[in-house]
């Protein structure tokens, strides 16, 4: 099993084609302002690993390898979206050609918006079974001032 990880201003999966529709694809440089932003996730997987099921995590972690919690106090949770990629081979056309190749996954997360420390790096990290597949780093800098002073 492998993953990639793709930082994008916006993803959406198209559930008739499979396919991730990305827009503003692969920053890795934010100002400090919370925007939304999103998470598109390809993963691949052998025939075999599909069959069984693989269950895997993403999560957004600081430099130091925390992850990040969001919401109000009492009432924090991190952020982490995950799943299981398992195949349903009755559910799905399977010829020799289709064979030949890795089964395909992908997912597009839409992340919404909250404060990060400007000067800093984070990491968006999916994981299965606690192993590390894939990693993303990404800064984020001072917001800009405006041009035009009032």
Same mark, same amino acid.
């Given at each position: ?12 999966? %198209? ?38 099921? $693989?269950?895997?995590?993403? $999560?957004?972690?600081? %430099? ?76 984020? $800098?001072?917001?800009? $001032? ?5």
């Amino acid at each position: 099993m492998e993953a990639f990880i793709v930082l994008c201003d916006a993803a959406q999966h %198209d559930t008739t084609s499979g396919k991730i529709n990305i827009l503003g694809g692969d920053w890795s440089v934010k100002d400090a302002r919370p925007t939304q932003t999103a998470v598109a996730l390809f993963i691949r997987l052998s025939w075999e690993e599909a069959a069984e099921g $693989r269950s895997f995590t993403l $999560r957004l972690v600081d %430099d130091m390898g925390t992850p990040i919690h969001v919401g109000q106090p009492g009432e924090e949770r991190p952020v982490e979206y995950g799943g299981t990629v398992q195949l349903n081979e009755s559910a799905v056309d399977i010829d020799a050609v289709t064979k030949l190749v890795d089964v395909h996954n992908s997912f597009a997360v839409t992340v919404p918006q909250f404060p990060l420390e400007h000067g800093r790096r984070y990491v968006w990290e999916v994981r299965t079974n606690g192993d590390l597949l894939s990693s993303v780093a990404f800064a984020v $800098r001072e917001t800009p $001032r405006s041009s035009v002073e009032v």
